[in-house]
């Protein structure tokens, strides 16, 4: 039997990664699913380093 998620987090990119992060800490299960091999998506690429610290606040991933 396929095991069922609360949340399916599509593409692996800062805000899906921002997402992955603040479901972790909840009650609820997650599956992240992205075509790329590593996660970050484009954000790796077109990013200077002093903005990689810089992360959605919980309010866009909030969870109701």
């Known amino acids: 039997m396929p095991e069922i998620q609360d949340t399916i987090i599509i593409g692996g990119g800062q805000s899906a990664l921002a997402c992955a992060y ?25 990013w200077t380093p002093s903005v990689s610290s810089l992360l959605p606040s919980s309010a866009a991933c909030r969870v109701d």
Not at 30 to 43: I, M, N, T, V
């Open 22 to 46: 603040f479901l972790r800490k909840t009650n609820l299960s997650y599956l992240l699913l992205d075509d790329r091999p590593e996660p970050g998506g484009a954000w790796l690429k077109s």
